[in-house]
């Protein structure tokens, strides 16, 4: 059975980093496409960033471009989003998904991240 | 970017009726990568329809997908009460792999 736990999240400062984990248990982790969406409170789901099987393929929203970097490791059978520069919209529960293609089959309890002074 | 517009934003139906949620992109999505999630609070998204209409597995008969192009369709034919909750669309042909802003189906 798939089973995804993300990890990293916590209180930081505008302006500041942090770097969110994604782990797999359960599942074959190097078949599948993983990706990063994000809820604000009070707000709709925002897709935020999506990594191929062989990390060969990234893609990023534009509003994180620049400032996120996601990555994996399949001997450690884990995702990654590494956010600098954040911002107090960046302020969100972080739901990690896993899927055949692009869409999210699997999807972990997600972390939540705030970003206040 | 493709925008994806959810209708009606707030759904208010009895347990047993009849729900029909509407999506409509702001372009063609390609092969009909079009998505639909449960979403919860305090769960993460849950994954009911793929490609339009292949539900994904352990999913009731009660949802289906239809549509194609630009306009796409989540019925729920019998409301149970675990269905009240909020629904999502989502396109995946085209990165940024953009959501609707979600109807919420609630207890009337």
């Known amino acids: 059975e798939v089973h995804l736990v993300e990890s990293g999240g916590g209180l930081v400062q505008p302006g500041e980093s942090l770097r969110l984990s994604c782990a797999d248990s359960?599942?074959?982790?190097?078949?599948?496409?993983m990706s990063w969406v994000r809820q604000a409170p009070g707000k709709g789901l925002e897709w935020v960033a999506i990594i191929k099987e062989d990390g060969s393929e990234i893609h990023y929203v534009a509003s994180v471009k620049g400032r996120f970097t996601i990555s994996r490791d399949s001997a450690q059978n884990s995702m990654y989003l590494q956010m600098s520069s954040l911002r107090v919209e960046d302020t969100a529960v972080y739901f990690c998904?896993?899927?055949?293609?692009?869409?999210?089959?699997?999807w972990g309890q997600g972390t939540l991240v705030t970003v206040s002074s | 970017e493709i925008v994806l517009t959810q209708s009606p934003g707030t759904l208010s139906l009895s347990p047993g009726e009849r729900a029909t949620l509407s999506c409509r992109a702001s372009?063609?999505?390609?092969?009909?990568?079009l998505a639909w999630y449960q979403k919860k609070p305090g769960q993460p998204p849950r994954l009911l329809i793929d490609d339009a209409y292949s539900r994904a597995a352990g999913i009731p008969d009660r949802f289906s997908g239809s549509g194609s192009g630009t306009d796409f369709t989540l019925t729920i034919t019998r409301l149970e009460p675990e269905d009240f909750a909020v629904y999502y669309c989502q396109q995946c042909a085209t990165p940024p792999l953009t959501f609707g802003g979600g109807t919420k189906v609630e207890i009337k």
């Open positions: 359960g599942f074959s982790f190097s078949s599948y496409w």
């Open positions: 998904a896993a899927g055949e293609g692009w869409t999210g089959s699997y």
């Open positions: 372009q063609s999505i390609g092969n009909n990568y």
